[in-house]
């Protein structure tokens, strides 16, 4: 069989551009390369597992505004299958099954949940099994390949282990997918300069792929750089300045050398370095941000999108679930 693409990304509410350099520019370079074997969906049965996060009267809007981001940076739902994850319940069915093979152990090692668990008084057992669920996605559709995030490849391992698991028990049946990191996506940190990009750190910390320029820059002036640059005449090193990592992800490679060249000789001001990334973030989301609110203003093609992308989706995993069924011994009638 061909080599087959999932991946799926929560409705968070707006993504940033750690979501955008991290995943959502690999989904459209993958969906190039594999058609319609690359499978995308917005996974909002992964959503109530993020308490803090989650608010049911914002689920579906948040869903279709996460569609309309991923189409607006080039996801063509004409090339790929493009979904919505609850709308296809052979999510859950093989992922209940999943639960049976995967031991407690296994989940409570996981680094995102003692990370989220450690703060909450009262641990859903959702944010436990969230892991197994997100192998479900995965495997339902016999998935080899699969785009994350440098925090998600612990749980890409735990999904090989489950496929191995299930292999053994019931025959062979899912391949051990492997995890493909985009070369931006390692931990592009917060406009704080205080750890990775994350909306669970506040809006003031993220920059929003649809925000508002003058939003932006009035995030972007007052951020840290360089603690050696003191004074304007101090040199500085641009590996260590928040700014110098942003430059990496807009800049092209000529302003980067001026901008480098510029800090290590104290050459240019740290303003001076802010206006020119402002330039390339303006010329980067610009022609997003206009694609999004031209799709915005049609909801009822992006959920019919959605739809197709749903039946398109299930033609692959209603066969699969039936030969999952088969071997774990389920009455056909």
Known sequence: MKSRVFSGIQPTGEPHIGNYFGAMQNYVKLGEQYGKNSIYCVVDL???????????ALLAQRTLDMAVANMAVGLDPEKVIFFVQSQVPEHT??????????PVGELERMTQYKDKAGALESVPAGLLMYPVLQAADILLYKADTVPV???QVQHIELTREIARKFNQAFGETFPEPKAVLEKNALRIPGVDGQGKMSKSKGES???GLFEAMDSIWAKLRPAPTDP??????????????LIGDYHKLFSD???LQVVYDGCRTAGIGCVDCKKMLMEGVRREL???????????????LIRDVLAQGAREAQAIAAPVMEEVRQKVGFLKV
């Open 205 to 207: 910390s993220v920059l």
């Open 149 to 151: 995030g440098e925090d």
């Open 93 to 102: 069915q093989l992922g209940w099954l999943f639960t049976v093979i995967t």
């Open 228 to 241: 050696a640059r003191v004074r304007r005449t101090d040199p500085g090193d641009p590996e260590k300045c």
């Open 253 to 255: 490679d000529q302003t």
């Open 286 to 300: 610009t022609p997003i941000q206009e694609r999004g609110e031209r799709l915005r203003a049609d909801p009822d």
């Open 46 to 56: 992964h959503a109530p597992t993020n308490p803090g996060a989650y608010d049911p």
